[in-house]
């Protein structure tokens, strides 16, 4: 299967004095969303029932995370008709602050999701004659709690029409704008079920903002110990105080973990920096990368990570581009950072993550990224030779830092 084509940027032949300086900009794989997220209509709540509700509005399923998809290379959206009988009539006819104060832990409320509105097809939905455009949604449908027959049901529904829930740790066969909404979709499903409880107070949390925020409740109906509980109510409680409900800091937010990801060159700009892990295949390398850690810059985590991983010492450290990684939910912030002269040798005694690293020649990188490239379980393009060298595919950051490093992006007019 070829490799979709990657997100173009926004507005790709536009000249300024950036461009003119730095180059074109870079758009990876997982960026490039067509929607507009509208992130300040989310709390009202009239423009979410009428975007709900209208014929043209797409829902993006999940079962345990998995998209329903038509194949491997097409999501399958279904209609506000498909989804009702799971999310009612219309969950946003109530104001948010009125379904706080109602909340009760013993009914699951189907994990509902606006993403925002696709721009490109101006012609259906429109709200107060300043936004318009398809309004795209997310729900999860993974059976549970007291909708775990309702969510059935939808299940079975449209697995009966041949469409299929995809498993799969990456998706990354997508064209790239349905590429962008999944991962905007998956990576706040999997922030809201990995926060279903305070971390102040230990209660259940309730999801509000159209998705993209979790709030502790003052009140219960239920006297409940999970957020998906049982079946019978009981009489309205107080909750223990929480320190979320004092101040400004009374929600939670989606976290974004931010990940370094480096193009290492050596300081004779002739050599690339590669790794490898254990569970990597034979033959294939990547870039080096590692988490940024509290009250750390970009530049010192790349440093630093280097170091710890290779021994390799780094000097300049510059930032090309960055990619969204929703597994679950890391920021890859691409970087090509260059060597200390004489402190090259690599040393593999301090972090044991790596199995091998290597420096190897621009030409051999250049091979591989001819004819080597694939993910990790896939084969390798037409004209590979055997025992060569092996790189991740054009859909990872990793990808196009190497394809910028040897193409001349340190050269004297070098661009992005």
Same mark, same amino acid.
């Given at each position: 299967?070829?490799?979709?084509?990657?997100?173009?940027?926004?507005?790709?032949?536009?000249?300024?004095?950036?461009?003119?300086?730095?180059?074109?900009?870079?758009?990876?794989?997982?960026?490039?969303?067509?929607?507009?997220?509208?992130?300040?209509?989310?709390?009202?709540?009239?423009?979410?029932?009428?975007?709900?509700?209208?014929?043209?509005?797409?829902?993006?399923?999940?079962?345990?995370?998995?998209?329903?998809? #038509? /194949?491997?290379? !097409?999501?399958? +959206?279904?209609?506000?008709? =498909? &989804?009702? %009988?799971?999310?009612?009539?219309?969950?946003?006819?109530?104001?948010?602050?009125?379904?706080?104060?109602?909340?009760?832990?013993?009914?699951?409320?189907?994990?509902?999701?606006?993403?925002?509105?696709?721009?490109?097809?101006?012609?259906?939905?429109?709200? #107060? /004659?300043?936004? !318009?455009?398809? +309004?795209?949604?997310?729900? =999860? &449908?993974? %059976?549970?709690?007291?909708?775990?027959?309702?969510?059935?049901?939808?299940?079975?529904?449209?697995?009966?029409?041949?469409?299929?829930?995809?498993?799969?740790?990456?998706?990354?066969?997508?064209?790239?704008?349905?590429?962008?909404?999944?991962?905007?979709?998956?990576?706040?499903?999997?922030?809201?079920?990995?926060?279903?409880?305070?971390?102040?107070?230990?209660?259940?949390?309730?999801?509000?903002?159209?998705?993209?925020?979790?709030?502790?409740?003052?009140?219960?109906?239920?006297?409940?110990?999970?957020?998906?509980?049982?079946?019978?109510?009981?009489?309205?409680?107080?909750?223990?105080?929480?320190?979320?409900?004092?101040?400004?800091?009374?929600?939670?937010?989606?976290?974004?973990?931010?990940?370094?990801?480096?193009?290492?060159?050596?300081?004779?700009?002739?050599?690339?920096?590669?790794?490898?892990?254990?569970?990597?295949?034979?033959?294939?390398?990547?870039?080096?990368?590692?988490?940024?850690?509290?009250?750390?810059?970009?530049?010192?985590?790349?440093?630093?990570?280097?170091?710890?991983?290779?021994?390799?010492?780094?000097?300049?450290?510059?930032?090309?581009?960055?990619?969204?990684?929703?597994?679950?939910?890391?920021?890859?912030?691409?970087?090509?950072?260059?060597?200390?002269?004489?402190?090259?040798?690599?040393?593999?005694?301090?972090d044991p993550e790596l199995e091998d690293a290597k420096w190897v020649?621009?030409?051999?990188?250049?091979?591989?990224?001819?004819?080597?490239?694939?993910?990790?379980?896939?084969?390798?393009?037409?004209?590979?030779?055997?025992?060569?060298?092996?790189?991740?595919?054009?859909?990872?950051?990793?990808?196009?830092?190497?394809?910028?490093?040897?193409?001349?992006?340190?050269?004297?007019?070098?661009?992005?």
């Open positions: 299967m070829p490799p979709p084509r990657l997100p173009e940027p926004v507005y790709p032949d536009l000249d300024s004095m950036l461009t003119r300086k730095f180059g074109k900009e870079v758009a990876n794989y997982f960026s490039g969303s067509p929607l507009n997220r509208v992130s300040f209509l989310r709390t009202e709540h009239p423009f979410l029932s009428a975007a709900l509700r209208h014929p043209s509005t797409e829902f993006l399923l999940f079962n345990n995370l998995s998209p329903l998809m #038509k /194949d491997p290379t !097409k999501l399958a +959206p279904v209609s506000y008709k =498909d &989804v009702q %009988p799971l999310i009612g009539e219309d969950p946003y006819s109530k104001t948010e602050e009125e379904i706080i104060s109602s909340y009760n832990s013993t009914v699951t409320i189907p994990q509902l999701l606006f993403l925002g509105l696709d721009e490109r097809k101006q012609d259906g939905f429109g709200w #107060k /004659d300043l936004y !318009k455009g398809t +309004p795209f949604f997310a729900l =999860d &449908v993974t %059976p549970k709690g007291s909708i775990a027959e309702k969510a059935q049901a939808l299940v079975k529904s449209v697995e009966s029409r041949g469409l299929t829930f995809i498993e799969g740790r990456t998706h990354m066969s997508l064209p790239a704008a349905e590429a962008a909404a999944y991962a905007q979709a998956r990576a706040l499903l999997d922030w809201n079920e990995r926060n279903p409880f305070c971390a102040q107070c230990g209660q259940p949390t309730l999801s509000v903002n159209a998705g993209m925020k979790r709030t502790c409740p003052p009140a219960d109906m239920a006297s409940l110990d999970t957020s998906i509980g049982g079946t019978v109510p009981a009489t309205p409680t107080q909750r223990p105080n929480c320190a979320t409900r004092k101040g400004i800091s009374n929600l939670s937010f989606p976290r974004t973990d931010p990940t370094v990801i480096m193009a290492v060159v050596s300081s004779d700009a002739k050599r690339v920096l590669l790794g490898r892990q254990r569970r990597f295949p034979p033959l294939w390398y990547s870039t080096l990368a590692g988490f940024v850690e509290p009250a750390e810059s970009v530049e010192e985590a790349v440093r630093r990570e280097v170091w710890e991983e290779s021994g390799v010492t780094l000097g300049r450290v510059v930032v090309h581009s960055t990619q969204p990684w929703p597994y679950p939910a890391n920021l890859m912030i691409g970087a090509i950072a260059q060597t200390v002269p004489g402190r090259e040798e690599i040393v593999l005694k301090h020649d621009m030409e051999e990188v250049r091979e591989a990224l001819r004819v080597g490239t694939s993910g990790l379980g896939d084969p390798p393009g037409e004209g590979y030779v055997e025992g060569g060298l092996r790189l991740p595919p054009a859909t990872a950051i990793a990808n196009s830092l190497l394809t910028a490093v040897c193409s001349g992006f340190l050269g004297g007019d070098s661009k992005m």
